[in-house]
T-cell receptor
Framework: AQSVTQPDIHITVSEGASLELRCNYS??????LFWYVQSPGQGLQLLLK??????LVQGIKGFEAEFKRSQSSFNLRKPSVHWSDAAEYFC?????????FGAGTRLTVKP | SQTIHQWPATLVQPVGSPLSLECTVE??????LYWYRQAAGRGLQLLFY??????ISSEVPQNLSASRPQDRQFILSSKKLLLSDSGFYLC?????????????FGPGTRLTVL
C-alpha cells in the first residue's frame, strides 16, 4: 500500500519569505499526488495535483509543487508567504483504489 | 455548482451512546463518497468509501459503520461510542474512483466523547 511522509510537523516563516513543505511518498507505480490546505476547524481544500505530464504543477493561491520521481518527492513551494497562508497542509498519494494522507505540516506565519 | 453539507458541526456525546453523522452532496450525481477521521497530529484516516447506493467499503475495523441510503447521502453511525472515537470527521466526494481524482471535502463534524 502507498504511504506518505511529511517530515516537518510545524514550520514558522516570516511574511514575505519563501516556503517549501516537504512530502515523500512510497508507491510502486506512477502516483496521483495532491496537496490540500486546511484552515482551523474547516474541511480540506485542494491546492494542486499531479497526475502526469509536466512535473512542475501550478496551483491556487500562488503555490506550486514539483514531482521528482527519483527522490519520491512532491514538495510544495511558494515564493512569498502571506499571513493568510497560515494553516495546515496535507500531502496525499492516490492510486490503486486507495488514498493516503500525510500527517500534515502546520504553517505559522510571523508578521 | 456542487456543495457538500455535514451536520451537526459539533457534537458532545457520552461513552456508550449512539452516533449518527450525516453528509449530503448537491449538484452532482453518482458521486463516490468518503468518511475520514482526523485525530490531532495524525492526518486523515479513511474509514469508509462508497461507489454507489448500498455499496460500502470499510478500511478500518472498528465500532463504526456507514450507510448510503440515497445516491447523495452518506451516514456514519455507531451503536456505542468509545472515548477513542473522539475526533474531527470529514465527509468527501469525488467524481471517479478513490485515489485518482480530486476529493471535495465538507466542513467537518467535531465529535467529543466524554
Amino acid at each position: 500500500a502507498q504511504s506518505v511522509t511529511q517530515p516537518d510537523i510545524h514550520i514558522t516563516v516570516s511574511e514575505g519569505a519563501s516556503l517549501e513543505l516537504r512530502c515523500n511518498y512510497s508507491y510502486g507505480a506512477t502516483p496521483y499526488l495532491f496537496w490540500y490546505v486546511q484552515s482551523p476547524g474547516q474541511g480540506l481544500q485542494l491546492l494542486l495535483k499531479y497526475f502526469s505530464g509536466d512535473t512542475l504543477v501550478q496551483g491556487i493561491k500562488g503555490f506550486e509543487a514539483e514531482f521528482k520521481r527519483s527522490q519520491s518527492s512532491f514538495n510544495l513551494r511558494k515564493p512569498s508567504v502571506h499571513w493568510s497562508d497560515a494553516a495546515e497542509y496535507f500531502c496525499a498519494v492516490g492510486g490503486n483504489n486507495d488514498m493516503r494522507f500525510g500527517a500534515g505540516t502546520r504553517l505559522t506565519v510571523k508578521p | 455548482s456542487q456543495t457538500i453539507h455535514q451536520w451537526p458541526a459539533t457534537l458532545v456525546q457520552p461513552v456508550g451512546s449512539p452516533l449518527s453523522l450525516e453528509c449530503t452532496v448537491e449538484g452532482t450525481s453518482n458521486p463516490n463518497l468518503y468518511w475520514y477521521r482526523q485525530a490531532a497530529g495524525r492526518g486523515l484516516q479513511l474509514l469508509f468509501y462508497s461507489v454507489g447506493i448500498g455499496q460500502i467499503s470499510s478500511e478500518v475495523p472498528q465500532n463504526l459503520s456507514a450507510s448510503r441510503p440515497q445516491d447523495r447521502q452518506f451516514i456514519l453511525s455507531s451503536k456505542k461510542l468509545l472515548l477513542s472515537d473522539s475526533g474531527f470527521y470529514l465527509c468527501a466526494w469525488s467524481r471517479v474512483a478513490v485515489g485518482t481524482d480530486t476529493q471535495y471535502f465538507g466542513p467537518g463534524t467535531r465529535l467529543t466523547v466524554l
